[in-house]
């Protein structure tokens, strides 16, 4: 089984809503450390939201009032739901996950890089 195995995205007009998709080995889920990322070209890649192991989420302050952040635990999935989308959230979408202490700040410039990376997916929103 793939460790982290990624669907959804795509192109779409502003305005519209994506749903990403990410499946999870049994392991890796168990875990619970799991993140959305995104970089757009010539950009550091930034977080987006994040699950931790007591259960918790997060969601960056510049997309908290429309992306959500879920999990479904019957098919081992993370899920990105996306609304009102905009040019300026074209990039390459990412999930990744750690399966160790779960580290402040990992996957990002300065931080852990994180143990699994799913194959990422563009998301390109046109105006």
């Known amino acids: 089984q793939a460790p982290l195995v990624q669907s959804g995205g795509g192109s779409v007009e502003s305005g519209g809503s994506l749903r990403l998709s990410c499946v999870a080995s049994n392991y890796i889920y168990s875990k619970k450390c799991l993140a959305w990322f995104r970089q757009a070209e010539g950009k550091e890649r930034e977080t987006l939201a994040r699950v931790y192991p007591n259960g918790s989420t997060t969601v960056a302050d510049f997309v908290k009032d429309r992306f959500t952040i879920s999990l479904d635990n019957n098919v081992n999935t993370l899920y990105l739901q996306m609304s009102n989308l905009k040019p300026e959230d074209t990039a390459k979408y990412s999930c990744?996950?750690?399966?160790?202490?779960?580290?402040?700040?990992?996957?990002?410039?300065?931080?852990?890089?994180?143990?699994?990376w799913g194959q990422g997916t563009q998301v390109t929103v046109s105006s």
């Open positions: 990744a996950a750690e399966v160790g202490a779960c580290p402040p700040g990992w996957g990002v410039p300065g931080g852990p890089l994180g143990d699994y």
